[in-house]
Nanobody
Framework: QVQLVESGGGLVQAGDSLRLSCAAS????????MAWFRQAPGKEREFVAK???????AYVESVKGRFTISRDNAKNTVYLQMNSLKPEDTAVYFC???????????WGQGTQVTVSS
């Protein structure tokens, strides 16, 4: 069982930066694929970024060059550095974890990011 707790959301202006953090419980964090998803009001949850256990990363096209996902296995934490934020980035951001499956069985409670124009 893995428990995930996000933090770092807030209200910012367009062009600002935020760093989200997701702290995970469990002794096997380094083996998990960690991901960030987001859900805007009235929209479906969408994939944002992921980082595999080997450090490789993937991003949705709309955040490439602006967002960076990273992990600190010593701290059982995954980060999402978000730069050049846009109003369309406004959403609840969720951290998710998976291992040995393409599905994500473990989810955090979400953190709100609001970008004003």
């Amino acid at each position: 069982q893995v428990q995930l707790v996000e933090s770092g959301g807030g209200l910012v202006q367009a062009g600002d930066s935020l760093r989200l953090s997701c702290a995970a419980s469990g002794r096997t964090f380094s083996g998990y694929t960690m991901a960030w998803f987001r859900q805007a009001p009235g929209k479906e949850r969408e994939f944002v970024a992921k980082i595999w256990s080997d450090g490789n990363t993937a991003y949705v096209e709309s955040v490439k060059g602006r967002f960076t996902i990273s992990r600190d296995n010593a701290k059982n934490t995954v980060y999402l550095q978000m730069n050049s934020l846009k109003p369309e980035d406004t959403a609840v951001y969720f951290c998710a974890a998976s291992i040995y499956t393409a599905l994500y069985p473990y989810w955090g409670q979400g953190t709100q990011v609001t970008v004003s124009s």
